[in-house]
């Protein structure tokens, strides 16, 4: 890993795992993007340059040059490949800063001043970011006016990730608006690449979406003040021809959880410009004379082994740099959940005998999920009462807590911070503490209304109450839950030209929060989620070791689902949990080996009422948690190679390979069974080549190579929504 700057060129070139990075500071003092792809030397990139198309070009400010000869110098801000873009000098492609100064003028000409490189990587204030060493900081700043923008940039040697982020200063002598204050821009050679995004919505979350890319706007984005359902804050810029396992992929993955945008632009004179940040759909920042704002930092991630390569390199950064060091590797509780057992519907009787029919079984943790407190007997009532509901649970939270502790497990607590009902004391004290518009009535959304996380008040109401439960019972495990988004974004309080500036200031109360809570509470494990998946980012999972993954819970739909959220996400981070058949979601049957297979690739866990288990059904819990430890290292650890797409096939295939790539795990899944003519092998990847393995279920031992090149032979019996696990063990 290496940050080099050399002077005779102007170049800096930064190289991490596999990949170099390279910009220079060229003739006009413009910060002009070289190169970005797979390592290479550090030689003198500007000879490489070549001009595209050109249609109405113009000099920088001031100068008259040369611009009719289509050959000629570049000399275009427009033209140069850009490390960032700004508005109104000759710059027509998506800008990623726009302003207004107190004069009216809008325009920005951000020109290099200096550069340093810092030892330790800074955090961002109140924002999740990668942890990190060396640092990269280009000084950018107008000579008109002395308005500022910090460039940051922090390569590693151990997964092929650039963490990106601007600063933007203000450096005048009055106040500026930021219209827009994206956190990065880059350049790509060509234009005709194809994009990779995950859309979904509430128990669809994720689903991979592929299409080739135009010229013009091609825009990823959420509208919500969260990172959402609909389409995370990820999209991959990957070469026609590149597939799972070959070819160049380019991931761009946002750390943020409010409303962003992430754009990729295809350009007439035959380049890509790719940006984004905050979304500034409704976004205005004030920024006073010598303030500093804060942009959310960008994972780019570069492989040449195709997708399944840049979601690795994704992978390793969030495991290695920003998921809880404390937590991301240790073995995560096994919970049963008693949500799909009981909803609202429960007493302690119930809930013990969930508990006792699991207690042995290797089930470590009782978690206890919505309508514990207050008046919450239905999704109508009672949040923001974090007190128990003694009607339902007869002596407090102590009686059932030494319950759940008495048969060897924790125990563990819902809680829905941000969120306020209509009924409940909560309202009814302070009901300037839910997010209102002057003159206008709320949206209700899941019954419910938002409390307004921009005012400290509100937070500090939500840290005390919250903490006081944690601190007066012995909960070792969390789940943050949220199920609603920001509607008439409005904060009391605030100055009319502040307004703009919610949902930016949402997440910022979103992030302190998880500092006062989560953090401040070392010892409880928490977990994230959002009617399911609806709030699954890279910065939640700064805070959440885990999310979960969808409230759809069939192991059909779950393939596809956990596929899509493995593009951009480490296995260890989805909760995934075994449930009932038929589903409560979809209806669908499936079998029990299947449900647990599926589930096995996360975080897994167990939700279904188990009060009425067999004995029977409780040693095969035990045998599939005994089989889930036997392979949670790999999901903690291991590389991932999607082998099987079940958006184009009939299968669905994840194989784990340790870092050594001396074990390994593939769990293979048929979605429809047919009675004859089966002729299947499952694809093997991630192995060693020159190793010679063991595979389960066969004679003999197999060199990695002709593993990798036969694939295995399916061994699925008749019948629909069947897996088959396959486990590698090198012997040589
Ligand atoms: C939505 C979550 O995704 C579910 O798992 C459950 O916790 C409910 N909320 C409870 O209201």
């Given at each position: 890993m290496s940050i080099t700057f050399s002077p005779d060129s102007r170049t800096f070139y930064l190289d991490g795992k596999g990949v170099t990075y390279a910009f220079c500071i060229n003739e006009y003092g413009y910060a002009e993007h070289l190169y970005y792809g797979s390592a290479i030397g550090h030689d003198d990139l500007r000879a490489m340059r070549m001009l595209g198309a050109t249609s109405y070009r113009t000099t920088p400010p001031g100068r008259?040059?040369?611009?009719?000869?289509?050959?000629?110098?570049?000399?275009?801000?427009?033209?140069?490949?850009?490390?960032?873009?700004?508005?109104?000098?000759?710059?027509?492609?998506?800008?990623?800063?726009?302003?207004?100064?107190?004069?009216?003028?809008?325009?920005?000409?951000?020109?290099?001043?200096?550069?340093e490189i810092l030892p330790e990587k800074p955090r961002i204030t109140g924002m999740p970011s990668l942890r990190g060493s060396e640092t990269l900081v280009v000084h950018l700043g107008d000579a008109v006016n002395g308005f500022g923008c910090d460039l940051y940039y922090t390569v590693y040697d151990d997964c092929g990730v650039?963490?990106?982020?601007?600063?933007?200063?203000?450096g005048t002598d009055h106040t500026v608006m930021l219209d827009r204050a994206y956190s990065?821009?880059?350049?790509?050679?060509?234009?005709?690449?194809?994009?990779?995004?995950?859309?979904?919505?509430?128990?669809?979350?994720?689903?991979?979406?592929r299409t080739p890319m135009h010229h013009g706007v091609f825009t990823v984005d959420s509208k919500r003040t969260t990172s959402s359902a609909t389409l995370n804050p990820f999209i991959a810029v990957v070469d026609p021809d590149t597939t799972e396992q070959a070819g160049s992929a380019y991931g761009v993955s946002l750390i943020y959880s409010s409303s962003y945008a992430l754009k990729v632009e295809g350009t007439s004179d035959g380049q890509t410009l790719v940006t984004g940040g905050i979304n500034d759909l409704d976004f205005r920042w004030k920024l006073g004379a010598g303030e500093v704002f804060e942009t959310p930092e960008v994972m780019?991630?570069?492989?040449?082994?195709?997708?399944?390569?840049?979601?690795?390199?994704?992978?390793?950064?969030?495991?290695?740099?920003?998921?809880?060091?404390?937590?991301?590797?240790?073995?995560?509780?096994?919970?049963?959940?008693?949500?799909?057992?009981?909803?609202?519907?429960?007493?302690?009787?119930?809930?013990?005998?969930i508990a006792q029919a699991v207690a042995g079984t290797g089930i470590d943790t009782f978690v206890l999920d919505d309508g514990w407190f207050g008046n919450r007997n239905s999704d109508r009532t009672g949040l923001g009462d974090w007190f128990v509901n003694t009607e339902k649970l007869e002596g407090g939270l102590s009686t059932i807590i030494a319950y759940v502790n008495s048969l060897g497990m924790k125990f563990g607590l819902w809680f829905e911070p941000e969120m306020v009902s209509e009924d409940s004391e909560l309202f009814r004290a302070h009901p300037d503490y839910a997010i209102a518009a002057p003159d206008r009535a709320r949206c209700y959304g899941r019954h419910q209304f938002m409390l307004d996380l921009t005012r400290a008040e509100v937070r500090d109401y939500i840290v005390d109450a919250v903490n006081k439960v944690l601190h007066e019972n012995h909960i070792e495990y969390v789940k943050w839950d949220y199920n609603r988004n920001v509607t008439e974004s409005y904060s009391i309080g605030r100055p009319a030209d502040q307004q703009a500036e919610f949902a930016h200031r949402y997440a910022l109360g979103v992030y302190d929060l998880c500092e006062r809570i989560v953090n401040a509470n070392p010892d409880i494990f928490f977990e994230g989620c959002a009617s399911g998946g609806a709030r699954f980012d890279p910065a939640m999972l700064a805070y959440f070791p885990q999310i979960w993954t969808s409230d759809d819970t069939d192991a059909?739909?779950?393939?596809?689902?956990?596929?899509?959220?493995?593009m951009a996400y480490p296995l260890s981070a989805m909760s995934c949990h075994v449930s009932v058949v038929p589903n409560h979601q979809?209806?669908?049957?499936?079998?029990?080996?299947?449900?647990?297979?599926?589930?096995?690739?996360?975080?897994?866990?167990?939700?279904?009422?188990?009060?009425?288990?067999?004995?029977?059904?409780?040693?095969?819990?035990?045998?599939?948690?005994?089989?889930?430890?036997?392979?949670?290292?790999?999901?903690?650890?291991?590389?991932?190679?999607r082998t099987e797409d079940p958006h184009t096939s009939n299968y669905f295939g994840f194989m784990i390979v340790s870092k050594d790539k001396t074990d390994a795990l593939l769990t293979a899944y048929r979605r429809m069974g047919s009675v004859n003519n089966e002729v299947k092998h499952l694809r093997v990847a991630g192995l060693d080549a020159d190793k010679t393995?063991?595979?389960?279920?066969?004679?003999?031992?197999?060199?990695?190579?002709?593993?990798?090149?036969?694939?295995?032979?399916?061994?699925?019996?008749?019948?629909?929504?069947?897996?088959?696990t396959y486990r590698f063990t090198a012997v040589d």
């Open positions: 008259d040059l040369n611009t009719s000869s289509s050959y000629g110098d570049i000399n275009s801000y427009h033209h140069f490949p850009s490390e960032l873009s700004f508005f109104g000098t000759g710059d027509f492609r998506e800008p990623a800063l726009m302003l207004t100064h107190e004069n009216g003028d809008r325009l920005a000409e951000l020109l290099y001043v200096g550069h650039i963490a990106r982020r601007a600063v933007y200063r203000n990065f821009s880059f350049s790509l050679p060509r234009n005709d690449y194809e994009l990779i995004s995950l859309w979904g919505t509430w128990a669809k979350e994720r689903h991979v979406e780019l991630a570069y492989s040449a082994e195709g997708i399944g390569g840049m979601s690795r390199a994704l992978h390793d950064a969030m495991r290695s740099h920003l998921i809880p060091p404390a937590r991301v590797h240790q073995p995560r509780p096994i919970v049963i959940n008693n949500w799909e057992a009981t909803y609202f519907n429960f007493d302690n009787d119930k809930l013990k005998a059909e739909e779950r393939t596809y689902i956990q596929y899509g959220t493995s979809t209806r669908r049957v499936t079998p029990i080996e299947t449900r647990a297979d599926i589930a096995h690739l996360g975080a897994t866990g167990y939700e279904l009422d188990t009060s009425a288990f067999t004995d029977e059904d409780r040693a095969r819990t035990a045998a599939q948690v005994e089989a889930y430890k036997a392979m949670e290292q790999l999901v903690l650890e291991g590389d991932l190679w393995y063991r595979v389960s279920g066969f004679e003999g031992t197999f060199r990695g190579s002709t593993l990798m090149q036969i694939g295995l032979p399916a061994k699925l019996p008749k019948g629909d929504f069947l897996t088959a």
